[in-house]
Nanobody, 126 residues
Framework: QVQLVESGGGLVQAGGSLRLSCAASGPTFAFSRYAMAWFRQAPGKEREFVAAISWSGSTTYSTNSAKGRFTISRDTAKNTVYLQMNSLKPEDTAVYYC?????????????????WGQGTQVTVSS
C-alpha cells in the first residue's frame, strides 16, 4: 500500500508563506509513476483541488486562485511532493491533503485519487 504523510502546516499571517511537504512510501510504491496532488477542505465546505503534478514532473496544474501564489513540485530522490504557498490569504485556511494516483485520471477530480494523507492544517490570520 501507499502511505502519504503531510507536514509543514501551521498558523501564518496574511501575506506570509508556508511550504507543505508530502512524503510518500510503501513496500511496492514507485513514486515516479504516480501523479501527485494537493487538495484542501475548509470547515463546512467540499474538498477542492489546489494543484497537481504529473508523474514525470513535466506538467503541473492549479486553480486560478493558486496560480501565481502556489507552486507544486516533486523530488523523486526523496519521494516527496511540495506545495510552496506565498501571499497567503485568510480564505486559504483549510486542511490540506496530499493525494496520489497512477494511470489516467482527471487531475482536479478528488474521486480519481485512491491514496490520501491525513491532512495538515493551514490557518491564515488577517
Amino acid at each position: 500500500q501507499v502511505q502519504l504523510v503531510e507536514s509543514g502546516g501551521g498558523l501564518v499571517q496574511a501575506g506570509g508563506s508556508l511550504r507543505l511537504s508530502c512524503a510518500a512510501s510503501g513496500p511496492t510504491f514507485a513514486f515516479s509513476r504516480y501523479a501527485m496532488a494537493w487538495f484542501r477542505q475548509a470547515p463546512g465546505k467540499e474538498r477542492e483541488f489546489v494543484a497537481a503534478i504529473s508523474w514525470s514532473g513535466s506538467t503541473t496544474y492549479s486553480t486560478n486562485s493558486a496560480k501565481g501564489r502556489f507552486t507544486i513540485s516533486r523530488d523523486t530522490a526523496k519521494n516527496t511532493v511540495y506545495l510552496q504557498m506565498n501571499s497567503l490569504k485568510p480564505e486559504d485556511t483549510a486542511v490540506y491533503y496530499c493525494a496520489a494516483e497512477i494511470g489516467t485520471l482527471t487531475y482536479s477530480n478528488h474521486y480519481d485519487y485512491g491514496f490520501w494523507g491525513q491532512g495538515t492544517q493551514v490557518t491564515v490570520s488577517s
